[in-house]
């Protein structure tokens, strides 16, 4: 199959020189606007996720095998968006998050050159891949979501080429299975990504023939990734673990949700400009050359979200890359009104963004949330022996600890909100064998929150308690440890015998 895909738009006139000179100044500007602003956003922590993927990705990188030695209920790739950037500034959560803007920039990037013909359309879904993520209120930190929209992007991207040359190549079919299969290995219910190109590969000019050879070349591309994940899993990580992760964990997580959550984030996106842009360019871009397109985004983005069976907003997040689509088409016919109507497009997506983005970069001003967090580090790793290890316990995201501390983790599950219900039921291994695990190889270091450490030192009542709770009372009558230190806060408790 020969490639034949063009991105010219009948009757659109091909962009003056100056014209795209302008259009990359323009990118280039707010791509450095993006990080800049997701940088300064680093020195608040909002929430425990990405300090215990930061984690688990400074243990593989010190040579334990992922799923066996440390555990992370992701699938492997998205442990990449926190092992990376460790190699070049270790236990940096500034350069996890420089990372994360530079995925969503990238994203930016790819949509700007699939309506490089419309420079309107370019900058219009460029600037709302790249920044919306602050609109939603639950970025406050970079995850697994925006690293696998990089992914659903880049099918995105290549179902439009098809759609608009109506023939498709080896290497776009080859492609779009590699990167199906990379988002499922991400989060598993971004995998829908690869039903557009499925789509666009269907209604184009080709014969069946020439279809159904292009449907083997997207298995093929997509079980070549496989194969390769495969095999880096072997090397390390573990393998019954990763089968466990990738398809017997998301059973369990969407058992413990229900309809009702599933309706109470449904109802959270109705309520979001989010769903304003879904609605009002996907009516912009129903025109009949793309309607089967626009249909399938439509669909596909918001239900893609609602698989998990939780209300979490942030899972929100991965319907960006589709609605980045629809304003992209809905920009781009809008020139059909007159040259000046587009940019109305442009106008509109930067004046809704400016108030989140200037208020969460307010908020990070007011109130450096992390800098506590390094502090309580550097003191534990004063006091700390060479060799040594760590148990944290604190509210999140305490977890902010263990990620910068120079220790490792004391246990292969050593965060306390899975040692409660319902997060549990998560673990592969029950409950008695981890308390039994920790009692065998206690912690060289306790870091304990003063309210916790109190509810420790109080005997247990009629009440039921967390889990956690019972582990380090036992830890703290059956081992001798004594307060090294004191930090915002903190105990930092040091194990003697």
Request: glycine fraction near 6%.
């Given at each position: ?12 006139a091909?962009?003056?020189r ?16 993006a990080?800049?602003?997701?940088t300064?956003t ?17 243990d593989?990188?010190a ?6 030695e440390t555990?992370?209920d ?24 420089v990372?994360?803007a ?7 990037v790819l ?16 600037l ?15 995850s ?55 789509l ?15 449907g ?20 390390v990580g573990?393998?019954?673990?990763y089968?466990?992760i ?29 769903a ?15 309607l ?5 985004s ?6 893609g979200?609602?698989?998990t ?19 992209g088409?809905?920009t ?35 109130e450096?949330?992390?800098l ?18 760590l ?24 965060w306390?909100f ?7 039921e ?11 695990e ?11 929150h ?11 009542g009629?009440v ?12 703290l009558?059956?081992?001798h ?17």
């Amino acid at each position: 199959m020969e490639a034949t895909v063009g991105n010219s738009e009948p009757g659109d006139a091909r962009p003056s020189r100056r014209a795209v000179v302008i259009g990359l100044l323009v990118l280039f500007v707010a791509a450095a606007v993006a990080i800049n602003v997701y940088t300064f956003t680093s020195q608040t922590a909002g929430d425990r996720d990405p300090f215990i993927y930061a984690q688990v990705g400074k243990d593989v990188l010190a040579g334990k095998r992922l799923y066996s030695e440390t555990w992370i209920d992701k699938p492997p790739l998205g442990l990449l968006m926190y092992a990376v950037p460790q190699l070049f500034v270790p236990r940096s959560y500034k350069a996890i998050v420089v990372f994360g803007a530079v995925i969503l920039v990238a994203q930016g990037v790819l949509f700007a050159c699939a309506f490089r013909r419309s420079l309107a359309a370019a900058a219009a879904a460029a600037l709302f891949v790249m920044f919306y993520p602050l609109e939603l209120g639950t970025f406050t930190w970079p995850s697994t979501e925006h690293f696998a929209n990089l992914f659903v992007t880049g099918n995105l991207v290549i179902a439009l080429a098809i759609t608009r040359a109506r023939t498709f190549s080896t290497m776009q079919c080859l492609a779009a299975g590699a990167l199906a299969i990379a988002a499922f290995h991400v989060r598993q219910n971004t995998v829908l990504c690869g039903l557009l190109p499925v789509l666009a590969v269907c209604l184009s000019d080709r014969s069946w023939r020439e279809r159904w050879r292009a449907g083997c070349l997207m298995i093929a591309g997509g079980l070549i990734v496989w194969a390769m994940i495969v095999v880096a899993m072997a090397i390390v990580g573990d393998l019954p673990g990763y089968w466990w992760i990738m398809f017997v964990h998301p059973r369990i997580f969407a058992s413990l949700g229900s309809a009702a959550e599933l309706l109470d984030l449904a109802r959270y996106f109705a309520g979001t400009s989010l769903a304003l842009f879904w609605v009002i360019f996907a009516l912009l871009a129903a025109e009949r050359r793309y309607l089967p397109l626009v249909a399938g985004s439509a669909f596909i983005g918001p239900v893609g979200c609602l698989l998990t069976f939780h209300d979490h907003p942030h899972y929100l997040v991965n319907a960006l890359p589709y609605v980045a689509l629809l304003i992209g088409l809905g920009t781009q016919r809008l020139a059909k009104l007159g040259p000046g109507f587009p940019w109305f497009s442009v106008a509109a997506i930067g004046i809704s963004l400016l108030p989140s983005v200037s208020g969460r970069l307010r908020i990070v001003a007011a109130e450096p949330t992390y800098l506590p967090f390094v502090q309580i580090a550097a003191e534990v790793d004063r006091v700390a022996p060479e060799n040594g290890t760590l148990w944290v316990c604190g509210p999140q995201p305490s977890e902010a600890i263990q990620f910068i501390s120079r220790l490792p983790s004391a246990n292969v599950f050593c965060w306390i909100f899975q040692m409660r219900a319902p997060w549990k039921e998560l673990l592969p291994k029950p409950w008695d064998e981890i308390a039994k695990e920790y009692s065998q190889h206690p912690p060289d270091v306790i870091v304990v929150h003063h309210g916790i450490e109190q509810q420790a030192h109080t005997a247990a009542g009629p009440v039921k308690e967390d889990e956690y709770l019972q582990l380090l009372r036992a830890l703290l009558v059956e081992q001798h440890y004594t307060r090294a230190a004191e930090s915002e806060g903190y105990s930092i408790l040091l194990r003697t015998n």
